[in-house]
């Protein structure tokens, strides 16, 4: 049983929150709430007293609390776990920049383990430069973020806003947070390699394996880091260091690759480059033209001798004929603990589609084939899989 501290924000999926402290209570655990004076406007604290049998917390300053009783410290002493359901955006700005200037973001700035944000509110709210930079800032400092839905909202609007339903947040909450304390760093989506200010090479990449890695890995505990190419995929919530070319692309795994547990390379990197950049842009004037093509620096080979014995490295292989002894071959040039093979012959699954169904080749010679999943279902079963390794390795198996 533990103790969950439930803050709750003025927003109009406040009346979730009700469903999602009774699940809480069912399951068994003990749930306190502290409400902000806007949540108050939305829903009477009587009515969370009722379903917690706790009064529900409401001023910093309330009057006939016992002297012995500091409230913003208690309850974040008190709470095992700290879910803000609904986060308004404002209350994701204060706590992002250490405000704490009611109860909720108080006891926020008291609580010294990850606080668990479900946001909710309106698509354009959501998708505000703002907002995103404040929700990867709370990313940054090591907090969790469950990921709102898409659907239709009380404004009428539709969109990416809603918030998370109490049984998917539930869900998320009792999930074996297997990967808690292991950093796990992925790479997505395609490269560009310019050929000069208004056209460039790229690859087909959507970058929405890696999205789902990330985000799948997040659910499991860990601390992710991405870094991307131009993806359409959808990145929200999550830290990410954007890059466009190879060479951006290495670097940025070079800078981060000695704080990071396990690596997955997801991303569809440009092996070609062209080999001379016209900083004007190239006329149409000839009926042809050459582009002399040079090769990136192959980033797992350029990493391989900086492994640390400790540390998991996979890689993918995205192939269209030969996936097995293709994928093998890549296994062992590049020193991966397991590659992760696709068939890109495949219309239904891989490149920008929702499915995928990959082989994973690893060193000891096995193989596993994770049948048609959804892409989530496919990350969950490589970091898995990296799991289990990066245990073996630790020493704790
Ligand atoms: C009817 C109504 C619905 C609102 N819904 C939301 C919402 O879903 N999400 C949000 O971030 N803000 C929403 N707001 C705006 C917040 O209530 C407002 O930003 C407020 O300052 C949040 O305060 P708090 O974060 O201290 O609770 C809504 C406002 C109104 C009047």
Known sequence: ????????????????????????????????????????????????????????????????????????????????????????????????????????????????????FAPAMNVDMYADFTTQENMRRLLRMGHRIIEPGVGEMACKASGKGRMSEPEDIIEYLFA?????????????G?????????????????????????????????????????????????????VQTATEMLNAVKDKLGNSDILIMAAAVADYRPADYSDIKIKKTADDMNIRLEKNPDILINIAPLKKDMQVFTGFAAESNDVRENA?????????????????????????????????FFSDGTAVDSGKLPKSGVAEIILEKAYDIFRKKNGTL
């Open 176 to 188: 074996d947070k297997i990967l808690a304390g292991i950093r796990v760093l992925v790479t997505a």
């Open 1 to 116: 049983m533990s103790n969950y501290l439930i803050g709750v924000a003025g927003g109009i999926a406040c009346y979730k929150t009700i469903t999602l402290c009774r699940l809480l209570m069912k399951a068994g655990h003990d749930v306190r709430v502290i409400m902000t004076d806007n949540a108050c406007k939305f829903i009477t604290p009587l009515t969370f007293e009722t379903i917690t049998r706790h009064r529900a917390y409401t001023g910093e300053f309330d009057p006939g609390l016992a002297p012995d009783i500091i409230e913003h410290i208690d309850l974040a002493g008190w709470a095992d776990e700290f879910v803000i359901a609904p986060a308004t955006a404002n209350t994701m700005a204060k706590i992002a920049y250490g405000i704490s200037d009611n109860l909720l973001t108080s006891t926020a700035l008291v609580f010294q383990k990850p606080i668990i």
């Open 190 to 242: 395609p490269t560009v390699e310019p050929i000069d200010p208004v056209r460039f090479i790229s690859n087909r990449s959507s970058g929405k394996m890696g999205a789902a890695i990330a985000r799948k890995a997040l659910e499991m505990g860990a601390d992710v880091d991405v870094v991307a190419g131009p993806v359409t995929a959808d990145l929200s919530g999550l830290k990410v260091t954007s």
């Open 328 to 360: 093998l071959k890549k296994l062992e040039a590049k020193k991966l603990d397991f590659i992760v093979a696709n068939d890109i012959s495949r219309q239904d699954i891989g490149f920008e589609t929702e499915d995928n169904e990959v082989s994973m």
